[in-house]
């Protein structure tokens, strides 16, 4: 039984408990002989939401059991003997057959997956009608129970804002619960990948060369020095993009606020905010086929032969376009909140507009503008496609930006493509780089907020 079917069959139940306790509802106030607490609606709200939530929940658990189940109930089966003991090739083996008893292939490539489609088959239909059984009885028992609670005088408005607030609670946690299991995957990981090197030896090395394929009790701790990559990530993202992204940023922000006319204003803010939604993508084709060749040819011409085709300049200009709605939006938002009085009063003691802008207006919005240029930061130094493609995969220590850099997010794709075993630490550094990663920008964003909060404080 698909996840989709037992959804569906969640939302019928909570239709027909709806329907049923809304014409109970309806009865009630027929007979005349008590008012209703409560709209009709109500009550139906309360009888459906108690039919729905229990089936969905119980729906949802049983999709992500039932595959395992599956699983088990194949590799329980004596024509399961034949296959490999483990890896890659049981789980393509044990797929096949689970897709030809689905209908979704028609035949299977393997040999070895012919004996297992029927017990996949049966194992799929034993615990589709359980699911289906399941969901059935939790969604019956939930709206009945609500249903005989229905009378004249039941709370079914105060119960039902409770129930949606505790939904919207829990929608709420969501974000919080997923930064705790991101939180604690990574610590888990990088604890492992420290048990095999070195954390001192990680953090503060300059040689970063590791190699899947080296036996993992052989593996050297000096070849996991990580140093280069976070002077390559700073360099290009937190450096170069914002060399290029703070001062058109701001200068589009004042520009927008201070100098266009109304008419002006709403046709340039759209158009600058456009590049806020350019896929990532895009700016890293554009930054490869045509920033970096150009900025090796005009290096060239000047002399300068070590320039590389792939550059650190070249990465972090296009990513300081990309940022530049970032800084502009904040900076816009940050110098329109300043009360016009401080405006208008420096304005009547004689000064000019620039100096107003200068002397008044920046300095009033500076806790806004740190606060949308340390968000930019931080997007800036988790980018991934842009250095994939602009900045090359050499980890190099050294201040020149024409040469070819690498970075911590190229890093972690580069560990993390490919079949390489969990249990390596070439692996697990990747873990390690997205915690050092993770760890900076979480105090990025909470120095922003810091900031942001002060910024309030001081106008609202």
Do not use: C
Not at 48 to 61: D, E, G, Q, R, Y
Not at 334 to 359: C, F, H, N, W, Y
Not at 366 to 381: K, N, Q
């Amino acid at each position: 039984m698909s996840p989709a079917i037992l959804v569906l069959l969640a939302l019928g139940l909570g239709l027909a408990g709806w329907l049923a306790a809304r014409s109970r509802a309806y009865a009630f106030g027929a007979k005349g002989a008590q008012r209703l607490h409560s709209l009709p609606s109500y009550h139906a709200w309360y009888v459906a939401l108690w039919a729905f939530v229990p089936a969905i929940l119980l729906a949802l658990i049983w999709s992500a059991v039932s595959p395992q189940l599956v699983l088990q109930a194949m590799l329980s089966h004596p024509a399961a003997d034949a296959l490999p003991p483990f890896g890659l090739a049981r789980n393509t083996i044990l797929g096949e057959a689970i897709s030809v008893a689905r209908g979704d292939m028609q035949a299977v490539f393997d040999p070895r997956a012919q004996p297992l489609i029927e017990p996949a088959r049966a194992a799929l239909s034993r615990y589709g009608i359980i699911g289906l059984v399941v969901t059935l009885v939790a969604g019956f028992a939930g709206g009945a129970f609500a249903f005989l609670k229905l009378r004249p005088d039941f709370t079914a408005r105060t119960r039902v804002e409770r129930m949606i607030m505790g939904l919207l609670l829990l929608a709420s946690l969501v974000a919080i619960l997923t930064t705790f299991g991101i939180l604690a995957s990574l610590i888990f990981e990088t604890a492992r990948f420290f048990g095999m090197v070195n954390p001192i030896d990680f953090l503060f090395g300059t040689h970063w060369s590791p190699d899947p394929m080296r036996d993992p009790a052989y593996a050297a701790g000096e070849d996991y020095g990580a140093l280069p990559l976070f002077w390559g990530t700073i360099y290009i993202g937190a450096i170069i993009a914002m060399i290029v992204a703070i001062p058109l940023g701001m200068g589009s922000a004042i520009y927008l606020t201070q100098y266009a006319s109304p008419t002006l204003r709403r046709w340039l803010k759209p158009i600058l905010e456009i590049l806020a939604g350019v896929p990532t993508v895009v700016y890293g084709y554009f930054a490869a086929l045509t920033v970096a060749p150009f900025i090796r040819d005009v290096a060239q011409g000047i002399g300068i032969s070590s320039a590389s085709s792939e550059s650190a300049l070249a990465a972090g200009l296009i990513m300081g376009v990309m940022i530049i709605p970032f800084v502009s939006s904040m900076a816009d938002d940050s110098i329109a909140a300043v009360p016009a009085a401080m405006r208008d009063g420096s304005l009547a003691m004689g000064a000019t507009q620039s100096e107003t802008i200068r002397k008044v207006l920046v300095p009033a919005a500076l806790p806004g503008i740190v606060a949308g240029v340390m968000l930019a930061v931080s997007r800036a130094i988790g980018e991934t496609m842009i250095v994939v493609m602009a900045a090359g995969a050499s980890a190099n220590l050294t201040g020149n930006p024409l040469e070819s850099m690498t970075t911590v997010t190229y890093q972690i794709v580069a560990m993390l493509t490919g079949e390489g075993s969990f249990d390596h630490p070439a692996t697990l550094s990747a873990f390690a780089l997205g915690m050092v990663l993770f760890a900076v920008t979480l105090a990025l964003n909470f120095i922003a907020l810091r900031v942001v909060k002060r910024y309030r404080e001081a106008y609202e």
